[in-house]
Structures are given as structure tokens and as C-alpha cells.
């Protein structure tokens, strides 16, 4: 009789649309990107601060601004089930940042240099370099007001694509001024689209009397002209203002660093004020923004804060691999390992295995074969398994050399040499053959 439950072909389980697996094969290509990241923060003094993947809703509403894309249409959000909370899967590390802050009393001390980085959501249509589940990289510098601080943070990200080998990768800024500038602008900007109202597609008329400013951000094609002819902010800025956004520009002169003013340049979240910027590349398609941010002084108060200035920027670390792909930069495959054991089973795997554990021990990366189908392989078939793993040196522990108390020692790169060592200075010996490959 045949039994129901094999008759039945289980149906495989795939991951969710839009939330990828970092494979193996691309592990090595992450771990650079994150190795430069950390010497980059290290280089200028930042400190790290992780926060929590679920905060409550509120953090964004009141962070993000509510009448934003990220807010109204791409927040993952749900009701905790026993207490009834909000929550929502982080869309964006800048808000939750300055929750933890405030919350822990990070400012009482002084000003804080701070970065973060970690998988945020949102619920988009998945595309190149634009997922459901993405990687963020984030700096914020909060208590400081002047310039320098925002020149600092731009220098930062120049800083970041000289060291990946970026190329192409350009930078636009911008000044959204304080608050009554913003809102004389605005007052100007409703009066210019209510005047051509027919003009604006669904979405910027559903924004006009809400957040005009946004309006200016639209990609459709069948408004930039409409756009291109808006009121501009910059026309609105005071005198403090300008003077802030001028210092910017002198001292990002002053480093050599090109930039281009960009007037529609708004940024898509609410908390921005003055100096906003975006690295912008050609290379990517559609998705042309790898990185930005800004000024967002009213956001700690906002939260429940005290009052006090700050700036960041935030990349998106899929697209930033992406670009890194397309400009060449990126690290060849690494070897799993420097060291590679063969054994023939019985009394050579466990010396075998002792072997690998003082090769471990003394900092040397080290794989022992070991049988998939538990089936002792022939030292043949052994050794392609060594030389796929790009290990430079294997070690060969057989019946031979156990009663001579030795191993063969087999340099798999460069001469293809094998010679004999005592099995008490493998190690030594091992170590010994790195050292002289690298003088």
C-alpha cells in the first residue's frame, strides 16, 4: 500500500519576493564593503550604535513625517498581538537613531559622532539595486550646528568612493533653509501648481496641499517642465541661511570636492533643513542616488528631544556593491582557506584532526576533508577538493606517514613542491612556507 504522504510531492518554500540570501559566493564582496566601512568611521572618529529592527510606528510617523511615500505607502507594519502596540520593521536608521539618543541620554555629555548600519524594509516593487529587504550604512553627527560638520560628512562619502575605486559618482546639494523660509516658498509654490493644477499627475495633486515641497521631487517625465519653472527655494533663503549653505560650498572648494547646486534637490523625508546632498551615478539605470542626506536640526525636539542640531547621510549598501560591479572595484574571490588536510580515515583522521586544531590554533584558516556520504575518498579526489578551496598548502596525513610519524607538507600554488615534516612541526612548518611565499 503506498503511503499518502510520500504520494504527495511537498512543494518547496521560496523566500519572499524582493528579501534576498546572501550567498557564499557574494560573502567575501560584503565583508570588504563592511571592512572599509568600519576603517572609514574609525578614520574620523565615529562611534557605533545599533538599534533594534521593530520600533513602534510612531518613531517613523513622527520621524519620517506622515505625509511621506515611506510612511503612507512602504512602512512593514502590524499590531503586536499581546498588547495591541504599533510596530513597524525599520524603513530607515536616521529616526530610530535619534530615538535611542534621546532615550539614553547620549547628548548629556556632548556632542555625538554616531553610525549605523543594517537590513531596513520597505514594501516596494522590487527592481535593480532597490529591494524589499535592503542593506543601510549610516553616519550622524548630532549637537554640532556649524558648516564644518556638514562639510565633514561630504567629505566622508568622497572619502568612501575613493577608497572602493568609484568612478562617476557625482555630487549635487542643495539648501532647504529654516522653517518660515519653507513656508514662504511653499505659500509661493501652491499658488504657482494650483495655477497649472491640470498639469500635475495624481500623486502631486494629492500632495499639493500637504507637502508641496515633494512635488518638486517627481520623476515623471511629463512634468519637468512644470518643475524646471517653480518657485525655488534658494530664492527665499535669508541671510543666515545663504551664509551657512556659502561656507559649505567654500570649504567643500577648499578640499577639491566638485559639487553641483541642485534647487529641486528636497530629499524624500520631512526632518531635512539647510544643506541636503545626494551622490548621484549614471551607472545604475533608474536608481542613480547611492547615497544621501543632510541637515536635519528640528528632528531631535521633534522626538521629545532637546533641541539640538544634527546632520547624517545614509547609503544603500546593495547599490553601492552594484555600482561597485559595474566600475570593477570589486575584490577577487578569497581562498576558503590557507590550509587544506587530506586523510585516509581510522588513526590518520584523528591525527588529521588534531593537526588542523594546532594549525587553527597557531591563526592558520584551515578545512579537514571530510567525506559527504561518509565514504572515504581516495587522496585523488581529495586533493580537487584542496585546490578548490584555494588553499595555498596541504597537508597529507596517510597510513605511510603515520608510521613514520610524519606528514606530506604540498605547496599547491606556486612550485607544486611536497616534502616531508615531523608531525610535531607541521605548524612550524606550515607557517614557515607562508612567511617565506609573502617575503
Not at 512593514?76 to 498581538?81: A, I, K
Not at 593537526?355 to 587553527?360: F, K, N, T
Amino acid at each position: 500500500m503506498t503511503d499518502p504522504t510520500k504520494a504527495q510531492k511537498i512543494q518547496k518554500i521560496n523566500g519572499v519576493r524582493g528579501m534576498n540570501d546572501l550567498l557564499p559566493a557574494d560573502a567575501a564582496q560584503w565583508a570588504h564593503l563592511e571592512h572599509v566601512l568600519r576603517d572609514l568611521t574609525r578614520a574620523y572618529g565615529y562611534e557605533y550604535l545599533r538599534t533594534p529592527i521593530v520600533e513602534a510606528t510612531a518613531v517613523f510617523q513622527r520621524g519620517i513625517g506622515e505625509v511621506t511615500d515611506i510612511v503612507e505607502k512602504e512602512m512593514y507594519s502590524f499590531e503586536d498581538r499581546l498588547n495591541g502596540e504599533q510596530l513597524t520593521l525599520r524603513p530607515e536608521g536616521t529616526a530610530a537613531l535619534v530615538r535611542s539618543v534621546i532615550e539614553n541620554n547620549l547628548l548629556y555629555e556632548g556632542p555625538k559622532r554616531l553610525w549605523y548600519t543594517g537590513p531596513m524594509f520597505r514594501h516596494e516593487r522590487p527592481q535593480r539595486g532597490r529591494y524589499r529587504q535592503f542593506h543601510q550604512f549610516g553616519i550622524e553627527a548630532l549637537g554640532f550646528a556649524g558648516p564644518d560638520i556638514d562639510a565633514e560628512i561630504i567629505l566622508m562619502g568622497q572619502r568612501l568612493w575613493d577608497d572602493l575605486g568609484l568612478k562617476g559618482v557625482r555630487l549635487e546639494i542643495n539648501s532647504l533653509g529654516q522653517a518660515k523660509e519653507r513656508a514662504e516658498h511653499r505659500t509661493a509654490l501652491v499658488a504657482y501648481f494650483e495655477k497649472h493644477k491640470a498639469q500635475l499627475d495624481e500623486d502631486s495633486q494629492r500632495r499639493l496641499f500637504t507637502n508641496p515641497l515633494r512635488i518638486l521631487d517627481s520623476k515623471n517625465p511629463a512634468m519637468q517642465d512644470l518643475i524646471e519653472t517653480a518657485p525655488k527655494l534658494l530664492d527665499f533663503l535669508g541671510q543666515e541661511s545663504l551664509q551657512h549653505f556659502e561656507a559649505v560650498q567654500a570649504l567643500l572648494k577648499a578640499n577639491n570636492i566638485p559639487c553641483r547646486i541642485n534647487p529641486r534637490l528636497v530629499r524624500g523625508l520631512d526632518y531635512y533643513n539647510l544643506t541636503v546632498f545626494e551622490w548621484i551615478t549614471d551607472e545604475l539605470g533608474a536608481q542613480g542616488t547611492i547615497a544621501g542626506g543632510g541637515r536635519y536640526d528640528p528632528l531631535i525636539e521633534r522626538m521629545g528631544g532637546k533641541s539640538a542640531p544634527a546632520c547624517g547621510w545614509a547609503m544603500g549598501m546593495e547599490r553601492v556593491l552594484e555600482l561597485m560591479k559595474v566600475s570593477g572595484s570589486l575584490p577577487e574571490a578569497q581562498a576558503q582557506c590557507d590550509v587544506f588536510v587530506l586523510h585516509q580515515g581510522g588513526e590518520t583522521l584523528t591525527t588529521a584532526l588534531i593537526i588542523a586544531e594546532r594549525l587553527r590554533s597557531a591563526g592558520i584558516d584551515t578545512i579537514m576533508f571530510c567525506p559527504p556520504d561518509g565514504q572515504l575518498a581516495s587522496f585523488k579526489s581529495q586533493m580537487k577538493k584542496a585546490d578548490a578551496s584555494g588553499a595555498a598548502y596541504a597537508v597529507i596525513i596517510g597510513p605511510d606517514e603515520l608510521v613514520k610519524n610524519e606528514a606530506q607538507l604540498k605547496d599547491l600554488r606556486t612550485s607544486g613542491e611536497q616534502k616531508a615534516v615531523a608531525l610535531n612541526n607541521v605548524v612550524e612548518a606550515v607557517i614557515d612556507a607562508i612567511v617565506g611565499a609573502t617575503e
